[in-house]
Structures are given as structure tokens and as C-alpha cells.
């Protein structure tokens, strides 16, 4: 082959080639909305329960989960005493963030070369979120109750006559035109008394 | 007495041509029979349509909707919606002219959960050329909100006190 190939452009690479919110919108996960069944009933509560941080000691990849460490960690769990942090140090490898969700789905995170305030927004995004995958929302509405009035059917209002009268029945079967016939019209003049002016005058 | 009488009996007379006082009996019937209806449905399930960042959502009590905006609330917040476009039940149905008044319906609604949203694709490309194709992905912040209470708070056509 002449030249470098050039990979064509729908090409998605195998590291995000099984994420879920990725590439085209048909392509995508989709379904209503979840949740907790209980939450936002009562108390509200929140869904992550362990996050475990893993980095290095010494490498600068892991400089900025270092210094969230030192400087955020405490104030987050002070704020979230429902959510447990592990730190677990291991030499030479880079940092990860998994979350861990009371439906038991868990969510892993890689965090090289990020500085603390990058890792404080997606400490805080994963506290706010309930363990479910992000997925397109086929309705905008979750519901138990999709109608209350009851649904609309074509003999909702019709006269109640219907259920007595045997069918087929003439008046009901009648053709009945968008617009009035010529001969109608004249019919109808002449019922009302216009037609005899129009054809011989008014005799005054 | 008899003079008293046939004063009686025309002013009578009077009341039921006079087309004026016939409306006014008539709508105060009206408002009478929906304000029955309103105390008689008053535990019964209610539904709304809500107008809340230009989206208009149909919801009930104890339903989850989504709006792509991160509210200004914090997760477990309980929050009042005020912009009510029609409230309902199974036995009448009162519609705002856009918006229902404030006072008279109590939509009350917890902030559950906050996210972004799936990834929205944008194509860009020219016509009848390979070369020229840009794509653009962007996520929303995302808000799931669940409905609490909906409830017509009182009688139409009768005075209230507004709540601060």
C-alpha cells in the first residue's frame, strides 16, 4: 500500500469501545430514569459509599491525588461521614479512583496527572450520583400513573342514544359531505323563501 | 297586604328576566359546584403540568423527571414549583391562563440525584468532500428531581392569605 493508512474517521479506539455514553446517540445506552426506590421520599441518602483512592508516593503522575490528600480529604469526609475513603499507597503505579455504590455497580477512574482541584470536582460528581449507568432518557417523565383522567378513546363523548339504537342505523350511517352541495344550497333558499326573489324579482 | 303582595310578585319577575342577575346566579352556581368538587377531591391523586427552564413535564405525585440544568439546590432539598400551567384530577381540571396563581397550587418536588447527562454528537462536514469532518461531543449537567405533593391549597373565587 502507498502512504500511511489513514483510519477512517467512525473509528473508535478499543479503549472506549465498551463505555456506554460514547460514540453515536443510537449507539448508546438507553431507558428510563432509575434511582432508589425509597429516595426522595424521606431522608435523602447518599449512594456512594466507598471511594478508594490508589497511588503512587513518589511519581509525578500521582502529584495532584497527593496533594488532594493533604489538602481536601479531610474537609470531604467531614462533610460526607457516610462515605468511607481507603488510601492505599503502592509504588510505581498510577493513580485510580474507584467508587463503590450501594446498588453495587462500581465506577473506576484514572487519575494521572491531575491536580487536586480537578480530582475534588469528580470526588464531589461521583457523591451526587446514584450508582446507575448515564444513559439517554427515552421519556422525560418516570411514572407510575400514566393517566389519571383515563385515556382518550373516540367514543368518549358521543350521546349515550348510541347503546339503544339497533345498528346500522340511517341517521348515524349518513354521508355526511365536508361542503354543501349545489342543490342543498338552492333547497335551502328556497325553504327560507330567498329563492322566488332571485329568479323573478321583487314585485315592488 | 295586597299591595305588598303584587310588590313581591314583580320584583320577582324582574330577577328572573333581567339578564344580568340570571349570569351572576348562574356563575355563582358554577363556582359553588367546583368548590364542592375541590373539598370532595381534595385526597384524591392529583396531577400537574409544570413549566420549569422553558420544559413543560406532566407529573404526579411520587414521579421521577430530569431537566438538563444544574438547579441551584442542594441533593435532598425539597423545593416548591411555582410556575403551575394545569392541575387535575379525576373529576375536574383547572388550566392557567398561562400560569395558575401561586397560592392555589402546592407542587412540592426533592432534588435526588445531579449527573451530566449521555453524550451529545455534532457532526460537522462539508458537502462531496472526505477530508473536511469534525465531530463535537458534549455532555449536559443533569438534574433528577421527584415530585412529593400536589395539592390545591383552596376554594376559588374565595379570599386567602398570601404565604410568605
Known amino acids: ?204 | 297586604m295586597a299591595v305588598s303582595k303584587v310588590i313581591v310578585r314583580t320584583l320577582n319577575t324582574a330577577l328572573h328576566t333581567n339578564p344580568k342577575i340570571v349570569e351572576s346566579s348562574n356563575l355563582k352556581n358554577f363556582f359553588n359546584k367546583v368548590n364542592t368538587t375541590i373539598d370532595a377531591t381534595s385526597r384524591d391523586r392529583h396531577f400537574a403540568v409544570v413549566y420549569m427552564y422553558s420544559k413543560q413535564k406532566l407529573v404526579t405525585e411520587g414521579d421521577m423527571f430530569y431537566l438538563y440544568k444544574d438547579v441551584p439546590a442542594n441533593l435532598g432539598d425539597k423545593i416548591k414549583l411555582e410556575k403551575i400551567m394545569l392541575v387535575g384530577n379525576d373529576k375536574l381540571t383547572l388550566v392557567g391562563r398561562p400560569l395558575l396563581d401561586r397560592d392555589l397550587v402546592h407542587v412540592e418536588a426533592t432534588v435526588i440525584e445531579k449527573t451530566h447527562s449521555h453524550t451529545f454528537m455534532g457532526l460537522l462536514a462539508r458537502k462531496r468532500s472526505h477530508c473536511f469532518r469534525r465531530y463535537y461531543f458534549q455532555r449536559h449537567p443533569l438534574t433528577i428531581l421527584r415530585i412529593n405533593e400536589i395539592r390545591i391549597c383552596h376554594n376559588l373565587n374565595t379570599a386567602h392569605t398570601v404565604i410568605h
Not at chain 1, 20 to 36: D, K, M, P, T, Y
Open chain 1, 1 to 204: 500500500m502507498r502512504g500511511k493508512y489513514k483510519l477512517p474517521n467512525h473509528y473508535i479506539h478499543p479503549k472506549y469501545c465498551d463505555l456506554w455514553s460514547f460514540g453515536n446517540e443510537s449507539v448508546q445506552l438507553n431507558g428510563h430514569i432509575e434511582n432508589a426506590p425509597y429516595q426522595g421520599f424521606g431522608r435523602y441518602v447518599c449512594q456512594l459509599q466507598r471511594v478508594t483512592l490508589k497511588f503512587c508516593k513518589w511519581g509525578i503522575g500521582s502529584k495532584g491525588t497527593r496533594d488532594y490528600i493533604e489538602t481536601e480529604l479531610v474537609d470531604y469526609c467531614r462533610t460526607n461521614p457516610g462515605v468511607v475513603v481507603y488510601l492505599k499507597p503502592r509504588r510505581h503505579k498510577a493513580p485510580v479512583m474507584v467508587c463503590e455504590y450501594l446498588n453495587g455497580s462500581y465506577h473506576w477512574m484514572a487519575l494521572h496527572g491531575m491536580s487536586s482541584e480537578h480530582i475534588k470536582l469528580w470526588v464531589d460528581f461521583h457523591t451526587k450520583r446514584s450508582g446507575e449507568p448515564i444513559r439517554k432518557f427515552v421519556k422525560d417523565v418516570r411514572t407510575a400513573w400514566p393517566s389519571i383522567q383515563g385515556a382518550w378513546n373516540p367514543f368518549l363523548n358521543t350521546p349515550s342514544e348510541i347503546n339503544v339504537t339497533p345498528l346500522p342505523n340511517e341517521e348515524r350511517g349518513k354521508h355526511i359531505p365536508l361542503k354543501i352541495s349545489a342543490t342543498e344550497q338552492l333547497l335551502r333558499m328556497q325553504a327560507e323563501g330567498k329563492l322566488q326573489n332571485i329568479l323573478f324579482g321583487n314585485d315592488e
